[in-house]
């Protein structure tokens, strides 16, 4: 994939991405903080399945996985890393949200990831269906993290195989970026760090689970 060079074409390099920096003056901290909380708060999320969320800027009806809207808003897909916490991923949404986009997060968990076939491909193909139901969700920027390069690719599989059904998607992807992107090949080493952050002991044994389990279950895993 090519790395999205830059959003500034469309507004969105108003501020720094990323967290807010506290340095210098900070007696405006406070009022930072309260404001990016009043912000977050004000934001809507529609829960479409046990990994996709769906977060708009205000209340929005979703009926079936249909977007119930006569305008086109842009759409970030973010693919958020492993075991990421909601109040993490809030701060990229809240960026994105007041830059006048809604934000589709995709979050896997480790068994999706062990088992494929009835976990991350499943994922994948809920958010390609959405994409394609919802042609008002233009233009679309992705946004990933670590395993979420791994989800987009499973994502890009699934497009391959009827790419005349898919292309129209393909055509509104106008930009992306990448933060350590990374396939299954990496699964050995960054699920036990996602899992056991504070135990080497545990990350070595799940490390050695799952060289057992990609070659044991090599056509179910991979």
């Known amino acids: 994939m090519v790395i999205l060079k830059s959003l500034l074409s469309t507004g969105f390099g108003s501020s720094r991405f990323g967290r807010a920096s506290l340095k210098g003056n900070t007696s405006t901290a406070p009022l930072r903080s309260l404001a990016m909380l009043m912000s977050t708060q004000t934001m809507s999320r529609q829960t479409l399945t046990k ?125 992306q970026a990448w933060d350590s992107a990374a396939d299954v090949t990496e699964i050995q080493v960054g699920l036990p760090l996602a899992v056991f952050p504070k135990n080497p002991i545990m990350r070595l044994a799940l490390s050695k689970y799952i060289a057992y389990h990609l070659k044991a279950f090599d056509e179910e895993a991979t």
Not at 70 to 81: C, G, K
Not at 103 to 122: A, D, E, F
Request: glycine share 8%.
């Open 51 to 175: 990994s996709l969320e769906l977060v708009t800027a205000g209340p929005i009806q979703v009926d079936h996985g249909a977007v119930m809207t006569d305008t086109s808003r842009p759409l970030v897909v973010m693919l958020a890393w492993m075991l990421a916490k909601k109040k993490h991923i809030n701060k990229y949404c809240e960026f994105y949200v007041r830059r006048g986009c809604d934000v589709l997060t995709i979050n896997i968990t480790p068994w999706q990831l062990l088992w494929p076939t009835s976990g991350s491909q499943v994922v994948a193909d809920e958010v390609l269906q959405f994409l394609h139901q919802n042609k008002s969700c233009q233009p679309l920027y992705l946004h990933g993290f670590s395993v979420g390069g791994y989800v987009w690719g499973e994502v890009m599989v699934k497009m391959k195989q009827d790419l005349p059904r898919y292309q129209p998607v393909i055509d509104r992807i106008v930009g």
